[in-house]
């Protein structure tokens, strides 16, 4: 990957978690490593991600300087920094406040694999993030939150909302995406009353190879992508006459 590709997989990334109903007016933001290992590339505060382009972001460093681009770095960006500090395979990661994955961590149950979404952890828990619920404005809170991140694919960050990784922008952004599925899957069946019926450990993780391998992942993404492409020529085609 060239730099070059990388600041395009941020602005298609955001688009697509857009698409995916995942923004939060100028809140929420995506990152991906910079192949040459100077930093991030991530968009500058202020911006929608639906909103994001190419010279709307900016390449911070591992030290939380903006090397390119303009204005300070957003407050959060030490989510991101540290993730992917900690886990050279992974090349990306997602910050959201996914609305049913902040009132699913509100209620403090497990998450169950009531469908093909709650697969995706395989038939274990997700991961909470419980050292605060305010803004991971620091290293030390962004190692803290790495740390429970772990190996998993997303984690909720109890009254604030969520985090993903993966190797490549298109598993980061379907993690996010089948995270906040799972936890809107599980308020609704929850909100009928107790939960019964759902995947032992054994079939989870069969699912989840089954249904979330990197072609799946990378159909859900490309589907995103074109839902955004598609609302963006809408958008040009009903502009002023």
Do not use: N
């Not at 202020?46 to 972001?57: F, K, N």
């Not at 995947?199 to 069969?206: G, I, L, N, P, Y």
Request: glycine share 8%.
């Amino acid at each position: 990957m060239t730099p070059a590709q990388a600041r395009g997989l941020a602005v298609e990334a955001s688009h697509a978690l857009a698409a995916a109903g995942q923004g939060d007016m100028v809140w929420g933001h995506v990152a991906v490593r910079d192949p040459d290992g100077r930093g991030i590339w991530i968009k500058a505060p202020g911006w929608g991600l639906e909103e994001v382009r190419d010279d709307r972001l900016q390449l911070v460093s591992y030290e939380a300087e903006v090397l390119i681009g303009e204005g300070a770095p957003h407050k959060e960006c030490h989510i991101h920094l540290e993730i992917l500090q900690a886990s050279p395979d992974l090349d990306c990661t997602v910050h959201t406040h996914a609305v049913s994955a902040i009132a699913f961590a509100a209620l403090d149950v497990p998450l169950l694999p009531l469908s093909h979404e709650g697969a995706l952890f395989a038939g274990e828990d997700v991961p909470r993030f419980r050292d605060t619920g305010g803004l991971v404005s620091s290293p030390e809170l962004g190692r803290a939150l790495s740390a429970v991140l772990g190996a998993a694919p997303a984690a909720l960050m109890p009254k604030h909302g969520l985090v993903a990784a993966g190797h490549t922008a298109a598993a980061a952004v379907m993690h996010a995406v089948l995270l906040d599925s799972a936890c809107a899957v599980q308020l609704r069946a929850q909100a009928a009353g107790r939960a019964v019926v759902h995947s032992d450990v054994t079939e989870a993780r069969a699912k989840r190879a089954q249904c979330w391998p990197d072609s799946q992942l990378l159909a859900g993404y490309r589907y995103l992508v074109r839902q955004a492409a598609t609302t963006r020529a809408a958008s040009d085609s009903s502009g002023p006459a």
